[in-house]
């Protein structure tokens, strides 16, 4: 089981990066993925996550607006554009697979079993 974020890179405020994740060794269609990012010297923080149930997406009130998710289930890819970036949008984004985590635990690094190595974004003038 694998999962590739990339994507990253720097970019000027208010411009947009669209991340991506590769997955494989699973089938995506059974998972629900999340979207993680870490800030120097601070804990990773939940951005969203795409429920595989419904397809419904959530989203951290610090992003909701400006970012968006879509997932190819035949390629076993998620996006996730981010628009109308902001320094503090500065942090190094990982994506995660989890196993239908209910609601209320979709913020928690805990309900994903299975994590990619990160991608920097840097947001800067």
């Known amino acids: 089981v694998q999962l590739q974020a990339s994507g990253g890179g720097l970019v000027q405020p208010g411009g947009s990066l669209r991340l991506s994740c590769a997955a494989s060794?699973?089938?995506?269609?059974?998972?629900?993925i999340a979207w993680f990012r870490q800030a120097p010297g601070k804990e990773r923080e939940w951005v969203s996550s795409r429920r595989s149930g419904d397809g419904r997406t959530y989203w951290a009130d610090s992003v909701k607006g400006r970012f968006a998710d879509s997932r190819d289930n035949a390629k076993k890819m998620v996006y996730l554009q981010m628009n109308s970036l902001k320094p503090e949008d500065t942090a190094v984004y990982y994506c995660?697979?989890?196993?239908?985590?209910?609601?209320?635990?979709?913020?928690?690094?805990?309900?994903?079993?299975?994590w990619g190595h990160g991608t920097q974004v840097t947001v800067s003038s």
């Open positions: 995660a697979a989890g196993p239908r985590p209910i609601i209320s635990a979709l913020h928690l690094m805990g309900s994903y079993s299975y």
């Open positions: 060794g699973f089938t995506l269609d059974y998972y629900t």
